[in-house]
Structure formats: C-alpha cells, structure tokens
C-alpha cells in the first residue's frame, strides 16, 4: 500500500479519496485501512468516521459500524439512522427504535426516518415479552425473527417488514473546491417474523 507523508498537510484527504474509491471497488477491508490512516491525520474526522462506519456495515461487522456511527453523534440524525439499521440487523429492535427517534427529532419530515421509526414500533410492540431468536442472510440482506410454537399468536402469522437503507458514504474531499458528490446508500433491511424452530438463530 503506497503511504503518503505524514507532512503532507492534506495527506487526510487523500487517505479519503482513495478509501471511497475502494470502497466503490469492494475493496471494503483496504478501505478500512485507509478510512483509519485519514481519520489519523485529519483535524476533523467526523465525515471520516461516517464513512468508516458504512464500510463496516458493509462488510457486516455491525458492533465496530456502531463503534464508528457514534463517533458522529449526537447531532448528525443520518449517522443516528444508520446506527439504528446497524443494530437492527444484530436483533436489538428496541435500542434501534431508540436511534429511530432520535432520528425523527432532528429530521421529523424525512420520509426513510418515518418508515424506520413506524416499523421497529412495529417490530417491538409484535416481540414485546415473546421469546424469539434471529437470523441474518447475508446475501438477501434478510433477517428472519423465529418465535418458538409456545409463543405463536395469529398476529405473528408470516409478515415482512421493511427497514428503508443506510444513508450513504460522503463525498470525496476537495482541495480549493467543495469536493464530490457523495456516494448512493445500501438497499433496505428486509425482516420477516415466522413461527419456526428456535434452533433456527
């Protein structure tokens, strides 16, 4: 990996730009390296740490993607909803729910805050004091919530509910000049909750 001096006082930006051209690549764990070396460097590495947050996410390492979202709190409401996402894919739907609002408050007209904040109400109210376990599917971006047969009740019947995606990276950064467009989020959760074997989690 080429290494750019430390005394290159806009050695930061470049570490970023070459992380976000990775990152388009899929060439999520070297954009990592990249996104920590600009966070290292910068003397405000708030974008930076969005940015590390999302690779994670994308490589679904959700407890370090969360790590980095809250770098970003509490005042950016897209690294809160992203953080929400994140923690709805590790089955923790009230602490989700949770980031959902304060989403809501910072951005109450936003239309994927509205959907994320009235499904994981959803979500919560359907498991509330139900024994349940989860599965993620990696390659479907599908998490299954099974509920045991002594817990069924009619309105946990087969439903999918949908988690709008993660806001996307921020742009690159520009010297002179404001820089790139940012880069398009993921694509939405989907979640079903079934009656299943338990062993299935």
């Not at 790590?67 to 994140?86: C, M």
């Not at 923790?92 to 109450?108: G, N, T, V």
């Not at 439903?159 to 820089?179: D, E, K, L």
């Not at 467009?181 to 993921?186: D, T, V, Y």
Request: hydrophobic fraction near 35%; charge should be negative.
């Amino acid at each position: 990996m080429t290494e750019f001096p430390r005394s290159i006082g806009l050695g930061h930006m470049i570490y970023f730009n070459r992380a976000n051209s990775k990152f388009e690549l899929g060439r999520y764990a070297e954009a990592v390296g990249d996104y920590l070396q600009a966070i290292g460097l910068a003397p405000d590495p708030v974008g930076y740490y969005f940015n590390l947050a999302n690779t994670y996410a994308e490589m679904h390492s959700f407890e370090e993607a969360i790590s980095s979202y809250e770098q970003v709190e509490p005042t950016n409401w897209q690294a809160i909803l992203n953080k929400g996402n994140a923690l709805m894919c590790l089955g923790r739907f009230s602490e989700a729910h949770e980031c959902y609002l304060k989403a809501a408050a910072q951005a109450p007209e936003d239309e994927t805050v509205k959907q994320n904040v009235w499904t994981s109400s959803r979500i919560v109210n359907l498991l509330a004091g139900i024994e349940f376990t989860h599965r993620w599917d990696v390659s479907r971006m599908h998490l299954q919530i099974c509920v045991a047969e002594k817990d069924f009740v009619h309105e946990l019947k087969q439903y999918t509910y949908i988690i709008a995606g993660r806001v996307g990276n921020v742009g690159n950064s520009g010297y002179m000049s404001s820089g790139g467009e940012g880069f398009s989020g993921r694509g939405p959760i989907f979640i079903g909750i079934s009656n299943c074997r338990p062993e299935l989690g």
